[in-house]
């Protein structure tokens, strides 16, 4: 099993930039593909990206090129560089780790997972 912990969220301006971290620890050599995901308010949990060893990297189509996935496997830190916030990217974000096939944003699919990360956009 990872064990992951997510910081760096917080409040920003709509159009603002904020970087998320995700450190990772414990098997991590299992972990095939990490990944984002978010939950807004009511709302289903879904992805935004997934990064895996392979090098393969998979975006949901709402980052259209605001935000980028990457790993620091030197350190087991997984990022999420993310700019020009909207207020409907708003909610908790949350890493996760699969040991196995190749990239999802299926949650499904992963099985560690960490307590997640608030972010706040104000318009």
């Known amino acids: 099993q990872v064990k992951l912990v997510e910081t760096g969220g917080g409040s920003v301006q709509a159009g603002g930039s904020l970087r998320l971290s995700c450190a990772a620890s414990?098997?991590?050599?299992?972990?095939?593909?990490m990944a984002w995901f978010r939950r807004a308010p009511g709302k289903e949990r879904e992805g935004v990206a997934t990064t895996c060893i392979s090098g393969h990297t998979t975006y949901a189509h709402f980052v259209r090129g605001r935000f980028t996935i990457s790993k620091d496997n030197a350190n087991d830190i997984l990022y999420l560089q993310m700019k020009d916030l909207a207020p409907e990217d708003a909610g908790m974000y949350s890493c996760?780790?699969?040991?196995?096939?190749?990239?999802?944003?299926?949650?499904?699919?992963?099985?560690?997972w960490g307590q997640g990360t608030q972010v706040t956009v104000s318009s």
């Open positions: 996760a780790a699969k040991n196995a096939g190749g990239p999802s944003l299926t949650s499904m699919h992963y099985n560690s």
């Open positions: 414990g098997a991590t050599d299992l972990a095939v593909c």
